[in-house]
């Protein structure tokens, strides 16, 4: 057997994760729906997924050197132009013309300002879930920013109106003063000349006031205007596009979850996973069935080409007979019905088995037999082996656990055993026992006097862990282990990693490749039973 650690390079397919799924699609499903549902939600409280656009041209204001009058000073700054249309201002005024509820966060977050590149243009984008609200707050935005570009340029330009107007009226009343102050001096004097300088400087100035002032009430401010207004909206991502999004995303989590939790489980599920952990698999998965008393008593009763195969790889693996084989069960009773399809298997074969109930009255409950003097008054020095075993057909004989079998546990380790046991297998080619737990008390008492003990696990359920502490436990007493029985869980087909298991249809074969000691008795044509044997 490989070391039990070792994991071979087998090519992990759809057989191998399936099995491993088994009982978890309600989980996977709950993935699936909870990352769809998740998705359509998305979907349903998006802010939108249709957008409008309109676009504003920005007419230079005062103070705009572009501009084509004469009052414009200062470069207008197109990116705080743009956030100014999401500020609370144009937000209000947009907001009474949508008539909406919504607050001004929420409002400004379906806005969107872009400025191409050397242009004094903005496109004003707003997303909504409809078009026609698209459309209209596009539409409606566009506007407010205009009139409240137009009110802040028309309080700029009252202001200034006031401080020209007043300039004007000191200018006005300084000439007034230098005019009469003129009228009273000789023009040709010294102070004449330099009053009638006065009075022209005023002049002038009076006239360039006059002038803007003239300007500021005859050119009201022009803000710009909407040159494209939203007529058309681009749709984005509907409600079907994020309800697909969601599927293809929840399959992904549910195939990464399943994934995960193929590579978590280390429970075996089919021969290839023994193979694959180091252990060797003695043929395919073993189907208990409900017909065991009838197997076991009845010489006609049919076995199953599982059942063959499985006899011929023990046959083949045991190095001489008589032997004395151990199925130990791990971490469950599956070894009670291995134990008894393989004793009657051997049989089969010609083969002559004597069959041990060490699993404390479970194969005999397990066959259907009435409880009778058997292993326990054998342990106890009550009764000889070979004279409480009970013959159900030919060439299989049974040890029944006896009727304190409690109090017979603690002396499968004596000398007593040691003796019976080998009284047994001179009168056999096999002896077969059974423990419940290989790695409990019985299990590694009786893994010390057994050929090879042959551990039995049963599919979705023993895990790989268990498996090897059960196997070191063998070891470290003396135990030698042949291989692995895998028990399924109920009844079914064989399957291997993603098929059938390939079969023998050599029912003989295990008779042929089975080596065989001489023996006296194989002179007889019948074999003679073992002495002082029950036959009730």
Same mark, same amino acid.
């Given at each position: 057997?490989?070391?039990?650690?070792?994991?071979?390079?087998?090519?992990?397919?759809?057989?191998?994760?399936?099995?491993?799924?088994?009982?978890?699609?309600?989980?996977?499903?709950?993935?699936?729906?909870?990352?769809?549902?998740?998705?359509?939600?998305?979907?349903?409280?998006?802010?939108?997924?249709?957008?409008?656009?309109?676009?504003?041209?920005?007419?230079?204001?005062?103070?705009?050197?572009?501009?084509?009058?004469?009052?414009?000073?200062?470069?207008?700054?197109?990116?705080?132009?743009?956030?100014?249309?999401?500020?609370?201002?144009?937000?209000?005024?947009?907001?009474?013309?949508?008539?909406?509820?919504?607050?001004?966060?929420?409002?400004?977050?379906?806005?969107?300002?872009?400025?191409?590149?050397?242009?004094?243009?903005?496109?004003?984008?707003?997303?909504?879930?409809?078009?026609?609200?698209?459309?209209?707050?596009?539409?409606?935005?566009?506007?407010?920013?205009?009139?409240?570009?137009?009110?802040?340029?028309?309080?700029?330009?009252?202001?200034?109106?006031?401080?020209?107007?007043?300039?004007?009226?000191?200018?006005?009343?300084?000439?007034?003063?230098?005019?009469?102050?003129?009228?009273?001096?000789?023009?040709?004097?010294?102070?004449?000349?330099?009053?009638?300088?006065?009075?022209?400087?005023?002049?002038?100035?009076?006239?360039?006031?006059?002038?803007?002032?003239?300007?500021?009430?005859?050119?009201?401010?022009?803000?710009?205007?909407?040159?494209?207004?939203?007529?058309?909206?681009?749709?984005?991502?509907?409600?079907?596009?994020?309800?697909?999004?969601?599927?293809?995303?929840?399959?992904?989590?549910?195939?990464?979850?399943?994934?995960?939790?193929?590579?978590?489980?280390?429970?075996?599920?089919?021969?290839?996973?023994?193979?694959?952990?180091?252990?060797?698999?003695?043929?395919?998965?073993?189907?208990?069935?409900?017909?065991?008393?009838?197997?076991?008593?009845?010489?006609?009763?049919?076995?199953?080409?599982?059942?063959?195969?499985?006899?011929?790889?023990?046959?083949?693996?045991?190095?001489?007979?008589?032997?004395?084989?151990?199925?130990?069960?791990?971490?469950?009773?599956?070894?009670?019905?291995?134990?008894v399809r393989l004793a009657v298997s051997l049989v089969r074969a010609d083969s002559?088995?004597?069959?041990?109930?060490?699993?404390?009255?479970?194969?005999?409950?397990?066959?259907?037999?009435?409880?009778?003097?058997?292993?326990?008054?054998?342990?106890?020095?009550?009764?000889?082996?070979?004279?409480?075993?009970?013959?159900?057909?030919?060439?299989?004989?049974?040890?029944?656990?006896?009727?304190?079998?409690?109090?017979?546990?603690?002396?499968?380790?004596?000398?007593?055993?040691?003796?019976?046991?080998?009284?047994?297998?001179?009168?056999?080619?096999?002896?077969?026992?059974?423990?419940?737990?290989?790695?409990?008390?019985?299990?590694?008492?009786?893994?010390?006097?057994?050929?090879?003990?042959?551990?039995?696990?049963?599919?979705?359920?023993?895990?790989?862990?268990?498996?090897?502490?059960?196997?070191?436990?063998?070891?470290?007493?003396?135990?030698?282990?042949?291989?692995?029985?895998?028990?399924?869980?109920?009844?079914?087909?064989?399957?291997? !990693?993603?098929?059938?298991?390939?079969?023998?249809?050599?029912? !003989?074969?295990?008779?042929?490749?089975?080596?065989?000691?001489p023996s006296p008795r194989s002179k007889a044509p019948a074999e003679p039973e073992?002495?002082?044997?029950?036959?009730?």
């Amino acid at each position: 057997m490989s070391e039990p650690g070792y994991v071979s390079p087998h090519r992990r397919g759809l057989g191998w994760i399936w099995p491993r799924l088994r009982g978890r699609w309600p989980v996977l499903l709950v993935v699936l729906v909870a990352v769809a549902g998740c998705a359509v939600a998305a979907g349903l409280v998006r802010p939108g997924s249709t957008v409008a656009t309109a676009a504003v041209l920005i007419n230079p204001l005062d103070g705009n050197p572009y501009s084509t009058g004469a009052r414009g000073q200062n470069l207008t700054n197109l990116q705080t132009e743009a956030a100014l249309i999401s500020g609370d201002a144009v937000v209000n005024a947009a907001k009474k013309d949508l008539g909406s509820t919504d607050d001004n966060a929420t409002l400004a977050s379906r806005v969107t300002v872009d400025n191409p590149s050397n242009t004094q243009v903005l496109e004003i984008s707003y997303a909504a879930r409809t078009n026609d609200s698209a459309l209209h707050g596009a539409n409606a935005f566009a506007t407010a920013y205009l009139a409240v570009r137009a009110q802040r340029a028309a309080v700029n330009d009252a202001a200034e109106l006031r401080l020209y107007t007043t300039e004007a009226a000191k200018v006005q009343a300084s000439m007034s003063s230098t005019a009469g102050e003129l009228a009273k001096t000789p023009a040709t004097s010294p102070r004449g000349q330099v009053l009638t300088q006065q009075l022209t400087v005023y002049s002038a100035q009076l006239a360039k006031l006059q002038a803007t002032l003239s300007d500021l009430r005859t050119n009201p401010p022009d803000p710009g205007e909407v040159i494209t207004p939203a007529a058309t909206a681009s749709t984005g991502l509907g409600l079907a596009v994020y309800a697909l999004a969601g599927l293809v995303l929840g399959l992904l989590a549910a195939a990464a979850l399943a994934g995960w939790l193929a590579l978590a489980d280390d429970r075996v599920h089919a021969p290839a996973d023994l193979e694959r952990a180091g252990f060797a698999g003695l043929g395919p998965i073993v189907r208990t069935g409900a017909d065991l008393p009838k197997l076991f008593s009845d010489p006609a009763a049919p076995i199953t080409e599982d059942d063959r195969s499985r006899r011929i790889t023990v046959a083949v693996g045991v190095p001489s007979v008589p032997a004395t084989l151990l199925v130990a069960g791990v971490c469950d009773d599956s070894a009670l019905p291995a134990a008894v399809r393989l004793a009657v298997s051997l049989v089969r074969a010609d083969s002559s088995v004597i069959l041990v109930d060490s699993a404390r009255g479970g194969l005999t409950d397990l066959v259907e037999e009435m409880p009778s003097p058997g292993l326990s008054e054998v342990l106890l020095r009550r009764r000889e082996a070979l004279k409480v075993l009970r013959r159900p057909q030919p060439r299989l004989s049974f040890l029944a656990s006896g009727t304190e079998p409690e109090e017979a546990a603690d002396r499968l380790l004596s000398e007593r055993w040691g003796g019976q046991l080998g009284v047994l297998t001179q009168h056999a080619d096999y002896v077969v026992l059974c423990a419940r737990e290989a790695a409990g008390a019985d299990g590694l008492a009786l893994a010390n006097s057994a050929t090879a003990v042959i551990l039995s696990a049963t599919s979705g359920r023993t895990r790989l862990r268990d498996l090897r502490a059960a196997s070191d436990e063998l070891t470290r007493c003396g135990g030698e282990v042949l291989g692995v029985f895998l028990t399924a869980p109920d009844a079914g087909p064989s399957v291997s !990693d993603g098929g059938p298991v390939a079969r023998t249809h050599a029912p !003989d074969a295990a008779a042929a490749v089975a080596p065989k000691r001489p023996s006296p008795r194989s002179k007889a044509p019948a074999e003679p039973e073992p002495a002082g044997a029950d036959r009730s």
